[in-house]
């Protein structure tokens, strides 16, 4: 009972103000006797912004507890619409299905949405049935699981290694009927066969991605050609299909809206044509890394509707392809010519006449940046992203952007040589409405470029600033006393200093800061990060060696919903720090490679705390044993990628971790306490690996039989030569 009652004042002290009268817990009745359905999601409401305070407040971790909190949340619920006492029926009668799947529906966040479903069979129910969506990493439970979720439209088996035609088959015949979408990215296990299948019962599917599946060739594709109702389709580097399948592919794709062929090395013009022809209501076309040339893009023309076009490193389209471009593509709105060689500065210009909408054009490493060319800028009203990147704009007079592209959203002038202060000022007067700004590597800005950005852009919210190494605390006073609605900030290999961090503290919607290789800033400046920026989800101070475990302590307790942080080489960090880090329950992704000070001891703390860690990093942390181990193969069981290398653990640390059944990623290059047979029993025992990273001699010790099975499996193995360290057991 004192539980419960806790639970109702935290429930009032927490509700937002007007929102819940502390009076009404002295008469819930008063409540009951509207039982209208406006007052159902009112309290739902109140429910909702309760749960969420209070996992915040506490630190609950783990399913179990965040069941019993709401358990305990709905019996407060309950008690407000007139409920004295806990009884499953009732509370049930008061939330219908329909107002309970509004407190689902508000449930973002993955461990919540877990904890619901452990509340009561109710609560699975009805997580069950609006489950629309599932990425799987074992196909071993793909059977049980598309049972359970018989309304599934969206199936993600990327992760899976031995998806075969049987699994393929299982998907079809369960919920063939209702899927919509799947994605078999990366996997290789599959034939012609699974796809047919697919193709026979799947007729409502729209999208399919076959990413990276090196063994998709024609056959393949004349499987794809039967899904009549296909409407996506993503062959990024299957390299095998050549025109042929494609012939197949574009002759039954009428319903196709997106294709992308991005690194098809095997189809040419032959293709295209096909497509131009039949794929008439294609709005979405990549050919990036292909060996089209004009005449190919000739036909793209074809395609009236067509609104996305990407030609990166197409070095057979030149100038004269562009000029189809302009004569016959009405609908166009975003081209990407990155990196063609081929064309200069009078094919774009020859896009300026054209009748199309355009509103992104990335233009990067591909031509000089002429007055000229920015002048015919002008006539793009509607433009609203340009990419420079690593382009030539020493000769050119940027204020043109500023005159001409009113509309601007994003500006992208990262690694251009010859941006100067007095360019961008020109080139920020005219584009107030601009969002994101990236002047990577402008090593020649000051505080005279912040001061304009200051002034004009005041609605920013991405603003990236690597290796300007120019600018000092000045003009970071003047950013964060105007730029209020910053959310990305990347100072990456510039001298900021606690001063600088003290002003950008201001711009309290941070979400990710980026301060590695800053060497001037210390734990204060992170203190005045932490007291202002609370929904920091992202921080990075990569040798920064001016953080220590003090800066730490306060960023984890300033920044509850941290979701990444990167420590590496901070070699000033300790097993303290790490104990701060543990209050992180959010945490995802940790990097600290060569914090050489942490032991064991702060990172089994760590892996009791950050239970949700995806991602960890701890190369050439010598201290790193197998108790760390043992500890992560407790509690991380989300973990999915691993750096291990040069770490102490034997062969019983790295079996434990091996057993994690998440685990797709490991490097373990210079392991020398643990041996050839360490490294093959956890090769063996880690059945989902798809990529492993090893020593070079090793390839020759382990057993071929071992290595042959576990690339069976679909797992590649990365041989690394590297120095053998002394006291090796290999």
């Known amino acids: 009972r004192r539980k419960d009652l806790f639970f109702t004042s935290l429930f009032c002290s ?47 971790r783990g399913g179990v507890w965040r069941s019993w909190a709401l358990r305990s949340a709905l019996w407060t619920a309950s008690l407000m619409m007139g409920r004295s006492r806990w009884t499953q029926n009732n509370l049930l009668d008061t939330f219908n299905d329909h107002v309970l799947l509004i407190v689902l529906d508000k449930l973002q966040d993955r461990a ?111 499987a794809i050609s039967r899904i009549e109702s296909l409407q996506s389709l993503k062959l990024v580097s299957c390299r095998e299909i050549t025109d042929t399948g494609l012939y197949f592919i574009a002759a039954s794709g009428k319903r196709l809206t997106s294709l992308n062929l991005r690194c098809c090395m095997g189809i040419t013009d032959l293709s295209l044509a096909m497509i131009g022809a039949n794929c008439k209501e294609l709005r979405t076309l990549d050919l990036s890394y292909t060996e089209i040339t004009n005449t190919g893009l000739a036909s793209v023309t074809n395609l009236e509707l067509l609104e996305n076009l990407s030609l990166v490193a197409c070095h057979g389209v030149d100038d004269e392809g562009l000029t189809y471009l302009k004569n016959d593509s009405k609908s166009l709105q975003v081209l990407d010519v990155s990196r063609c060689q081929s064309v200069s500065h009078m094919g ?37 992203s340009i990419r420079f990147d690593g382009c030539d704009v020493g000769g050119a007079d940027l204020a043109c952007i500023g005159k001409g592209c009113m509309a601007l959203r994003e500006l992208s002038l990262s690694k251009c040589q010859g941006v100067t202060d007095a360019g961008l000022s020109a080139a920020l007067i005219g584009c107030r409405g601009l969002l994101k700004l990236d ?75 980026k301060l590695g290789f800053c060497l001037n800033f210390s734990d204060k400046g992170l203190v005045h990060i932490a007291s202002s920026c609370t929904n920091l989800r992202e921080l ?54 060569s914090c050489i000070l942490v032991s064991s001891t702060g990172i089994s703390a760590v892996a009791m705390g950050c239970q949700c860690l995806l991602e960890l990093d701890v190369k050439r942390c010598a201290l790193f044993d197998d108790c760390a181990a043992l500890a992560l193969a407790k509690y991380c069981t989300s973990l999915r990628q691993l750096n291990l290398s040069y770490c102490a653990i034997t062969d019983r640390g790295l079996a434990a971790i091996a057993k994690l059944n998440c685990l797709y990623y490991m490097a373990l290059v210079n392991l020398k306490n643990v041996s050839v047979g360490g490294f093959a029993e956890a090769l063996l025992v880690a059945g989902r690996l798809k990529k492993v990273k090893l020593l070079a001699c090793l390839e020759m010790a382990i ?28």
Not at 139 to 156: A, F, H, I, M, T
Not at 488 to 495: A, G
Not at 548 to 561: H, K, L, N, Y
Not at 709 to 729: H, N
Request: positive net charge; hydrophobic residues 40%.
């Open 14 to 60: 927490s509700a937002p103000p007007g929102s819940f009268p502390v009076s009404s817990l002295r008469n819930p009745r008063q409540i009951s006797a509207t039982r209208s359905e406006g007052s159902w999601v009112a309290s739902v409401r109140r429910f909702l912004f309760f749960f969420r305070n209070l996992s915040a407040r506490i630190g609950w």
């Open 112 to 222: 919540d949405r877990q904890a619901w479903c452990l509340v009561c069979k109710t609560f699975l129910r009805l997580a069950v049935s609006c489950r629309k969506c599932v990425r799987l990493l074992s196909v071993e439970v793909l059977p049980s699981v598309l049972r359970r979720y018989n309304n599934l439209q969206g199936l993600n088996l990327s992760c899976c290694l031995r998806v075969t035609d049987d699994s393929l088959l299982s998907v079809a015949h369960l919920v063939g009927k209702q899927l919509k979408s799947i994605s078999l990215a990366e996997v290789r296990t599959f034939t012609e066969v699974g796809l047919a299948v697919l193709a026979q019962r799947c007729k409502s599917l729209l999208e399919l991605d076959l990413s990276h599946c090196y063994q998709v060739n024609d056959l393949h594709a004349v």
């Open 348 to 384: 774009i210009m020859s896009l300026v006449n054209g009748s199309f909408p355009l509103q992104q054009l990335t233009l990067p490493y591909c031509l000089p940046i002429t007055d000229t060319l920015l002048k015919c800028f002008q006539k793009f009203e509607g433009l609203q």
């Open 439 to 513: 002047l990577t590597c402008c090593r020649e800005l000051t505080d005279v470029a912040l001061s304009s950005i200051a002034m004009f852009c005041k609605n920013l919210v991405s603003l990236k600033m690597e290796n300007c190494s120019l600018v000092t605390e000045n003009g970071l006073t003047m950013l964060g006393d105007a730029c209020c609605y910053l959310e990305e900030l990347d100072f990456t290999d510039s001298i900021i200093n606690d001063a600088g961090l003290n002003s950008i503290s201001k711009c309290m919607a941070l979400r990710t800061l």
């Open 540 to 593: 990075d101070v990569y040798r920064s060696t001016g953080v220590g475990d003090e800066g730490v302590a306060c960023i984890s307790i300033g920044c509850p919903r941290l979701k990444t942080l990167n420590l590496s080489y901070c070699t000033s960090i300790t097993d303290t720090a790490l104990q701060s880090i543990a209050r992180l329950r959010e945490l995802q992704i940790l990097e600290m490679r």
């Open 703 to 730: 057993p071929p039989k071992v290595i042959q099975l576990v690339e069976s499996r679909g797992c590649r193995f990365a041989w690394m030569d590297k120095p053998i360290l002394q006291q090796s057991r290999y």
